[in-house]
C-alpha cells in the first residue's frame, strides 16, 4: 500500500467514522438554547438578523429541507456535513504544508479538538457554517502564497479568497480576522499583491456577499453592530484576572489541552527559526490566529468573554501542530500514525464525551436532584438541564393544555408568553410549536433579540388574551413581578416534574394569565 492511498484510506475512514458519531450524538442529545433559537432565522428569513448573519439559518433551511424534517439530527445536519468537510479542508492545508503525513496529523488534531468536534461540528450554530469558510478561506490563501502573485493561479485562488471569506463573514462577524490577517501578511511580507488587481477584486466580492447584512443594518439603525459591541460586560473594577483565568482555561480546554501544548510547541519552534520550507504559510496561519486570540485575552481582564469566540483561532493553529508533530516523526520515512501525542487527544476526547452521555443520560457527576417540597438542588448546578427534560415537559404540559382548552379554564386562543429569549425557543420548538399553541415574549429588545419580530409577525397582543407563562427550579421567574400589571389575574402555577433516571431533577412551573388588560409598547 503506498503512502499516498494509504492517508486517503485513513482519511475516509476517520470521516465517515467521526461523522457517524457526530450524527448519534445530534440525535441522542435535545437542542440547546442556541440552537433552538437559531431555528427561527430559518422559520423568518432575513438579509440579516439582530444577533449574527443570516449563514446559520440558510444552513438549517438547506439541510432539514426547509424544515420539512426538524428533528434534532436534522436541525444539526449542516454542522456535521461542514464538520466533515472540515475535516478533509484541514488535511488538505496541512499537505500544502508539508505532505500527506502533516495533513493526516491536522485531521486528526481537528477531530480531537472539543470546539472543532462538538461546538462547531455538532451544534447548529454559527460556528459550523463560520468555519468552512474559514477553512476554506485558510486553504486558497496558503494555495495564492504558494503560487506567488505572478501567476495566474495566484490570482484565481486570491478571487477564491474573496469568495470564501465573504461567505465566512456571512456567518460569523469574527470573520473579518480573516481580511486583517491577511492584510497583515500582504502588507509586511509580499507587497506586489498590492499591484494586481485580483486583491481588490476579492475585497470588492466579499463586500458584495456582505452587502445584504449591511442593508439590513441601515434598515434598523445598525443594531447588530450595537448589540455586539455592548455584548461583552464591562465589570466594575479595572482589572479581574479571574475572568482572565476563565477564558484562558476554557479557551485550552476547548482546544483540547494536548492539542493546545501542541500549538504552543509549534509555535516556540516556528520562533525559533523551524519550518523554513513553510515559513509564508505559517506566517500567515500566525497572522490570521493570534491578534484574534490576543484581542479576547485583553477583553478578558475587564470584561466577561465566552472561550468559544477564539475557537477559529485555535483551528487555524492546529496545521502548525500537526508540522510540529510531523517534524519529530521525520526519522525514518514512514513516520507514526498515531503519535502519542495524538492518542493521549483523542483518549482525552472520547473520556469527555463518554463522561457527557453519561451526564444527560443518568445524571452521574452533577445534579443529585431536588427537593420534592422546595423545588431546590441538592447538588451543584448540573448544566445539562438545559438541554435535558423538554420533551417530558411537552408530555406533561399537553394533558393540562387539553383540559384547560375544552373546560374553558383558558381561552382556545390562549398563548405562551416569556419574557427572555431562552428559554423562549425551548418552548417554541418543544412545546409550542407541536401542540399548536403561539408563543410571544413580553420585554425590552435586549431580552428578547430576534423575538421582539417574530411577536409582531405572529400577531402581537390583543386585549382580554390569556396566557401561560412557564419556568423551572434550574431558571426559576415568577410571572407576578412581570406582568401583574398587564393581566386581570394570575393564577397559582401547576408543577410539571422531570426525572432523569428515576431521579426528580427539575420542576417546570406553569401559569395560567388571565384577561390581558394592557398592551405593552416596545
Not at 123 to 145: C, E, H, K, N, V
Not at 378 to 407: A, R
Request: hydrophobic content about 50%; glycine content about 8%.
Amino acid at each position: 500500500m503506498n503512502a499516498t492511498f494509504s492517508h486517503k484510506y485513513r482519511l475516509t475512514l476517520l470521516l465517515f467514522v467521526s461523522a457517524a458519531i457526530r450524527l448519534f450524538l445530534a440525535a441522542f442529545i435535545e437542542l440547546g438554547n442556541d440552537e433552538v433559537y437559531y431555528i427561527n432565522y430559518a422559520l423568518y428569513p432575513d438579509l440579516s438578523h439582530f444577533d449574527h448573519p443570516p449563514m446559520v439559518g440558510w444552513f438549517i433551511q438547506l439541510f432539514s429541507l426547509n424544515l420539512l424534517f426538524d428533528s434534532e439530527a436534522f436541525i444539526r445536519l449542516g454542522a456535521i456535513v461542514a464538520g466533515t468537510l472540515n475535516t478533509w479542508l484541514i488535511y488538505l492545508i496541512g499537505k500544502q504544508l508539508k505532505d500527506g503525513l502533516t495533513g493526516w496529523y491536522a485531521a486528526l488534531l481537528y477531530t480531537a479538538s472539543i470546539y472543532c468536534f462538538i461546538i462547531a461540528g455538532i451544534f447548529m450554530m454559527p460556528d459550523a457554517p463560520q468555519t468552512l469558510f474559514w477553512l476554506g478561506s485558510i486553504y486558497f490563501m496558503i494555495r495564492l502564497i504558494k503560487a506567488g502573485p505572478e501567476s495566474r493561479e495566484g490570482g484565481k485562488f486570491m478571487l477564491l479568497t474573496g469568495i470564501s471569506a465573504g461567505l465566512a463573514l456571512l456567518s460569523k462577524y469574527t470573520s473579518i480576522f480573516l481580511f486583517s490577517g491577511l492584510g497583515f501578511y500582504i502588507l509586511f511580507f509580499d507587497r506586489k499583491w498590492l499591484r494586481k488587481w485580483q486583491t481588490y477584486a476579492a475585497l470588492f466580492i466579499s463586500f458584495l456577499l456582505f452587502l445584504p447584512v449591511i442593508i439590513w443594518n441601515i434598515r434598523h439603525d445598525f443594531i447588530s453592530f450595537s448589540f455586539h459591541t455592548e455584548r461583552v460586560e464591562v465589570v466594575q473594577t479595572l482589572l479581574r484576572p479571574d475572568l482572565f483565568a476563565i477564558e484562558l482555561g476554557g479557551q485550552i480546554f476547548y482546544s483540547n489541552p494536548f492539542v493546545f501544548g501542541l500549538m504552543v510547541a509549534g509555535l516556540i519552534a516556528f520562533w525559533k527559526g523551524r519550518f523554513r520550507q513553510s515559513r509564508a504559510e505559517v506566517r500567515l496561519l500566525i497572522a490570521i490566529s493570534i491578534p484574534m486570540i490576543l484581542l479576547f485575552l485583553a477583553f478578558s481582564l475587564f470584561r466577561r468573554t465566552l472561550p468559544h469566540w477564539t475557537g477559529p483561532a485555535y483551528m487555524t493553529l492546529i496545521p502548525l501542530a500537526a508540522l510540529f508533530l510531523r517534524s519529530l516523526t521525520l526519522k525514518g520515512r514512514k513516520g507514526k500514525w498515531f503519535p502519542p501525542m495524538i492518542k493521549s487527544a483523542i483518549g482525552f476526547l472520547i473520556l469527555l464525551i463518554t463522561v457527557a452521555l453519561l451526564q444527560f443520560s443518568q445524571g452521574w457527576f452533577l445534579n443529585k436532584g431536588i427537593n420534592p417540597q422546595t423545588g431546590k438542588r441538592l447538588g451543584i448546578k448540573d448544566i445539562t438541564l438545559d438541554m435535558y427534560g423538554w420533551e417530558q415537559l411537552h408530555d406533561g404540559f399537553k394533558p393540562v393544555y387539553e383540559q384547560d382548552t375544552t373546560s374553558g379554564r383558558m381561552s382556545k386562543e390562549a398563548v405562551i408568553i416569556q419574557q427572555r429569549w431562552f428559554p423562549a425557543a425551548k418552548l417554541d420548538y418543544y412545546v409550542a410549536g407541536p401542540l399548536g399553541i403561539t408563543l410571544l415574549t413580553l420585554a425590552d429588545l435586549e431580552r428578547t433579540h430576534k423575538y421582539a419580530w417574530i411577536t409582531q409577525y405572529r400577531g402581537g397582543f390583543h386585549l382580554g388574551m390569556d396566557a401561560y407563562y412557564f419556568s423551572s427550579s434550574y431558571e426559576f421567574s415568577d410571572p407576578n413581578g412581570l406582568y401583574a400589571e398587564y393581566f386581570t389575574s394570575i393564577e397559582p402555577p401547576d408543577t410539571i416534574p422531570v426525572y432523569r433516571n428515576g431521579l426528580l431533577v427539575e420542576y417546570h412551573y406553569v401559569w395560567r394569565m388571565k384577561g390581558m388588560r394592557k398592551i405593552y409598547l416596545r
